[in-house]
């Protein structure tokens, strides 16, 4: 047939073989003296994953042939040996020669990925960052469920990636959703599937994404935007992992890890009655939050240098920023976090690759940074306080000063305040904010007209 052939008088001279060179395929008899084939096969599996194996058995049997399939064989021959299996061998060389060779491209691939969400690759030497990635890693080896908290831009899909790949699902598929993005009336087609006819357009069967992602992880993205209907659908997945697809009666089993991620405060919704308190709870197994990156500012040159490399290995120009520069920008609250920090890194890059990066160069709102404002530090008792209220209360007057300065015009209140216009918005949705009522006269003249 045109294949280069080595011999073994045995299983334990063909175990010394394929440890010491490359071999495509192993094909082996199962009586033979010492160990037998059947546990050549399993013995080689250990040692070398994608290496195919060809069983052949004079005592051919649907019992043998099940066992030799259990062993990891890759198919089984039964004798007499004739002309006509070898027709049958040149097919099953060709197969199992090219399933060895996507095995091993998927498991490159497979370690090409645990490389490029490997902890060791999330950039930033923090602690904050650091508490987090460690906690992540003895996270990442369990099954429990995780809910990744933080604002937009924090890098929480990178962190469930991370959970994934560093897992023993990690050979399995990684599948994203994101629950906001996705309009409440397909969102469940989306998750669950749907048969032929469940509803108007649906013309063929179609698995939903906890099929897709059965012995792997599925990452519901922006869990808070989900509806109190599909809340309870899901309540029952994490329950006792089981749904049925839309316009179905049967019940699918599946064995998917849920990591849930939300940029919203799940307890405030809770208390508004958005969000089902026992399904918190079911996703709150282990809870991580995302630092902003105002609170991990030295991170801040590391990743612009992340980004820079990022950049030419893409084909963009090699550019340098100045010291001055980054301090600059270590100063600066970046509201959209790490997302806005890549997003200005990368259109500077654009626009000054000429030159090294100055000050006049950054974006309005970062030099304005730095400029000193006199702020009156309120005092701190000697029983302490809850910092994280007293922040939210500052930042909740400052808020109110810049829309009261600028009419409740957005626009100008985010200039004031250096802020996105975007960012500002939600903060006013979250925090409730409402412009005052007009005057009683004004309101009566109103209804009178």
């Known amino acids: 047939m045109g294949y280069e052939v080595v011999t073994a008088r045995d299983a334990s001279e063909a175990l010394a073989i394929v440890s010491s060179q490359p071999v495509d395929l192993v094909l082996s008899d199962v009586q033979m003296p010492g160990i037998n084939g059947l546990e050549l096969v399993r013995q080689l599996k250990d040692a070398v994953p994608d290496l195919p194996c060809i069983v052949i058995t004079g005592y051919g049997s649907p019992e043998q042939s099940i066992e030799s399939l259990k062993a990891g064989a890759f198919w089984y021959l039964e004798k007499p040996f004739d002309q006509g299996h070898l027709d049958v061998v040149r097919k099953l060389v060709e197969q199992a020669i090219e399933m060895g060779r996507l095995r091993s491209e998927n498991r490159m691939l497979q370690r090409q990925l645990r490389n490029k969400y490997g902890f060791d690759n999330i950039i930033g030497t923090s602690t904050a960052l650091r508490r987090v990635l460690d906690m992540v890693a003895k996270v990442a080896e369990t099954e429990s469920t995780v809910l990744i908290t933080g604002e937009s831009g924090t890098g929480k899909e990178l962190i ?223 029983g302490g306080l809850a910092l994280r209220n007293v922040v939210d209360e500052i930042e909740s007057d400052l808020i109110l000063q810049a829309l009261e300065q600028t009419h409740w015009n957005k626009n100008q209140a985010a200039q004031l305040l250096g802020l996105n216009r975007t960012t500002l918005i939600e903060k006013i949705k979250k925090k409730g904010l409402k412009p005052p009522p007009p005057p009683a006269d004004l309101a009566s003249r109103d209804a009178d007209s």
């Not at 599909?230 to 697809?245: S, W």
């Not at 030159?355 to 400029?371: K, N």
């Open 160 to 382: 469930a990636r991370a959970v994934h790949f560093n897992s023993h699902r990690s050979e399995r598929m990684f599948v994203t959703v994101n629950c906001g993005a996705i309009p409440e009336e397909l969102l469940e087609s989306e998750l669950f599937g749907h048969v032929k006819g469940a509803f108007t357009n649906a013309v063929s069967h179609r698995e939903g994404r906890f099929s897709v992602a059965d012995g792997g992880t599925l990452f519901l993205d922006e869990i808070g935007d989900m509806s109190p209907n599909l809340q309870v659908k899901l309540l029952r997945v994490l329950q006792d992992r089981t749904f049925e697809p839309v316009g179905s009666s049967t019940t699918q089993r599946v064995d998917v890890r849920v990591v849930a991620a939300t940029n919203q405060d799940l307890e405030v919704a809770i208390r508004e009655k958005r969000f089902r308190e026992d399904l918190f709870y079911r996703l709150n197994v282990i809870p991580v939050e995302m630092p902003p990156l105002r609170e991990r500012r030295e991170d801040i040159s590391l990743l612009v240098q992340h980004f820079l490399e990022k950049g030419a290995a893409e084909g963009a120009k090699t550019v340098s920023f100045e010291e001055a520069t980054l301090r600059r920008m270590a100063a600066y609250d970046w509201p959209g976090n790490v997302r806005e920090l890549e997003n200005v890194v990368e259109r500077l890059a654009i626009l000054c690759g000429d030159h090294p990066i100055g000050e006049h160069d950054l974006p309005h709102a970062l030099q304005q940074t730095g400029d000193s404002v006199a702020v009156a530090v309120p005092q701190l008792p000697s």
